[in-house]
Every structure is written in C-alpha cells, then in structure tokens.
C-alpha cells in the first residue's frame, strides 16, 4: 500500500489460482462478441490476489468514420459507473469528514428542493436510489446550465413515495451531487480531482478529456439517435449532434446541461484506472474506511421493494450480470458497454469495457453477454 491506498501489482493467472485455458476460453468468448456485433471492441482486465493477471484489448475503438484497433490504454466514457467510481468514493470521503450527512434530508443541502414528500428524501435515498424520483427524463431540453438542470430536478414530480422502491435514478444522483457541491464549496469535478484521480494517481481519469488522451477515446455513438428517439416530439425542434461521440460524454443531460461535468455520467478512464478505483473495495482501510465500506456494501432498501441495493452499488441477486460471482459480490454497468464486478470472498475484480453504442445503440446483446463472461471467469477460478 502506498500513499494511503492500495495498490494491484502484476501477476500470472497461475501465481492468482486461475486456469490459464479457462481464461483464454473468457478472451476467446470476447474474440467471437466483436465478430458477432454484440460490439465493435473491448478491453478486460481480470485482478485476484491483489495481482493484475489477465488485461487485453480486443476489436477496434472506432469503425466509422475511420477504423482505429483497440489499445490497451484505450480511454473510455463510463456512463454510469461515474457513480460508483467517481461519485460514490466523494460522498463518502465528506460523509467520513462530517461535510455530509447522508441521513439529513436533501433540501438541507439544496432548499429549493422542498415541500411534500420532497421533504422526506435523504442523501441515503438518493445514494441507494430509494428517493422516488423518475429514473431519466431528457431535463435539458429545458436546460442547457447547471442552475437550470437543478430547477427542473426541482420540479420534477416523484414517480414512487420516498422509500418504497428501488427504482435507478440519473436524476436522484445529479440532485446528490449538487447537494455535494454546496455542502463542499466545489463542483464536482474538482471534488473528483481530489479524492479519487490526485489521490490514486489516476492520469488517465478525468471529465471532458482533452488532446492528447481524446485521441485515445473508444468511439460512442454516431449523434444521439437513442435519446432523440426517447423524446420524441419535444425534441423535434432541439439541436442534437450528429457527428461520432469521440471524447464527448454520451449522456445527454451530462453533455447539454451540465457541460460534460456530472455525479452521474461524463467520467472517462482506462480499464486499469477503473481496476485501481474498484480495488480500493477489496482492501478497506486503506482508501476508505472499514466500517464506511461495510456500511456502503450494505442492504440499504429496509422496505423497499426490487433486488438489494447498496450505496451506489447493485448487490448480489439472482438477476445481476455477475450473478456467478459469490454471495458478498457486487458491480455496476454503464449505458455505453462498461461494467465492474468485486467478489470478496474469491478476493476478484473482473472489469469489461466496452463500446457497444459504436455506431449506434440498438444492440442489447451486451446483457447476455456480460452474464456469460462472468460465468466463464468464474470457471477459471481454482
């Protein structure tokens, strides 16, 4: 450990207790993914033991308008593991410093969000998204800066009452991250920069990156076709993109309302980068607290209905993309093709990046396809 984190150093699947044949077998179901179109191409990274042993690049970034390889230190836009990796280690760090207190009600942090059942909903609830609040809704079509997007949170009527279920939401962590913002006197980006890319040493992270690490982007989607589609008449008249997404937050309400900047989409990093983040989880004490850990990796729904629900993250449940992993297991997904998954008990960090909205997102196969990966990882164990 060094800095006052934990580092992976490299390794052999061997010297980690993985089958070199059974991991092979995982590259070779990634090989036949991109032949198949579930996605142009990939990056997976496997760590046991504290030991990176298996990190490959597969396919291409980008095959239109021109056609780039994957590379190992390909950057890509991580959609919603934003929240997990970037936001969820700020909260925590100023709930551990007494800046936040993740059981006083939001509207403590942002008065404007208030009144009715508004008044009930905490920094818990938006953290293990219990809040009741809808889980997308295009808000920058009536938006295009910060203090608006935060107007139109505001007024957005709940979906649930507060607690009553776990329903995922875009818009209960950009409320979260403007309450951060108060409560810290910085916006969030800066909030990152401390506590999570300065403190890991995390060159290649960032939100909005810029040239040269842009050149290294995997390539998104080609416009917004996807959330065009999604608003439908009420976009009609909005000015979407239409070029390729080459270091350019996918997210809409990240991109046209927040600049790029947001709690809950906009952070880009490598695979390594978002192994280091996600090891901190497999040696707590070191970046974190035990007991904020603990508390984090706990069931957070009381009675809240849907599959448990930590801070942030999706814990173990019949239905989870990493299902085969061990009952203490749990992960995150980003809308692009990413995902990370930490199984305690085998001491396991499988991340698989990819980017499946290039050129466009009507493929889904990336679901299946991460429950059979999974699978087969969890086959190479011995």
């Not at 280690?89 to 936040?100: E, K, M, N, S, T």
């Not at 909005?238 to 350019?248: A, D, I, M, Q």
Request: charged share 20%; glycine share 10%.
């Amino acid at each position: 450990m060094m800095g006052g984190v934990a580092t992976l150093r490299a390794g052999s699947p061997d010297a980690a207790g993985l089958d070199e044949t059974r991991v092979a077998d995982a590259g070779r179901l990634i090989t036949h993914a991109v032949a198949s179109g579930v996605f142009p191409g990939a990056v997976a990274l496997l760590a046991r033991g504290g030991m990176v042993v298996w990190h490959e690049p597969f396919g291409h970034a980008q095959v239109t308008p021109i056609v780039r390889p994957m590379q190992i230190d390909a950057i890509f836009d991580l959609a919603s593991l934003t929240k997990v990796l970037a936001t969820l280690p700020v909260a925590l760090r100023l709930w551990q410093d007494g800046i936040i207190d993740l059981d006083a009600p939001a509207h403590e942090y942002v008065p404007e969000f208030a009144g009715a059942q508004r008044d009930a909903i905490t920094l818990r609830h938006l953290l293990a998204h219990t809040s009741g609040l809808p889980s997308w809704i295009p808000l920058y079509l009536n938006a295009s800066r910060r203090s608006q997007m935060l107007a139109e949170i505001c007024r957005t009527p709940l979906v649930h009452g507060v607690g009553e279920t776990v329903d995922y939401s875009d818009l209960g962590i950009l409320l979260l991250g403007f309450a951060m913002e108060r409560a810290a006197g910085r916006r969030i980006d800066a909030l990152v920069d401390e506590h999570v890319t300065a403190t890991l040493g995390l060159d290649d992270a960032a939100f909005n990156p810029q040239p040269p690490a842009r050149e290294r982007c995997a390539a998104t989607e080609a416009g917004n076709k996807y959330e065009r589609e999604k608003a439908g008449d009420a976009g009609a008249a909005f000015p979407w993109r239409t070029h390729v997404l080459v270091g350019e937050v996918h997210d809409g309400n990240a991109y046209y309302g927040m600049a790029g900047v947001a709690p809950h989409a906009g952070f880009f990093a490598t695979a390594a980068g978002v192994a280091a983040v996600a090891y901190q989880w497999l040696r707590p004490g070191a970046y974190l607290p035990s007991a904020v850990t603990t508390e984090a990796l706990a069931d957070q729904r009381e009675s809240a209905r849907e599959y448990p629900r930590g801070l942030g993250w999706i814990l173990h449940h019949p239905e989870a993309f990493f299902r085969a992993l061990g009952p203490r297991s749990f992960g995150h997904t980003g809308f692009t093709g990413t995902s990370v998954a930490v199984d305690p008990d085998e001491d396991l960090l499988v991340v698989l990046l990819t980017n499946r909205v290039h050129p466009n997102a009507d493929d889904t196969r990336i679901h299946e396809f991460r429950v059979t990966f999974h699978n087969a990882v969890m086959e190479g164990l011995r």
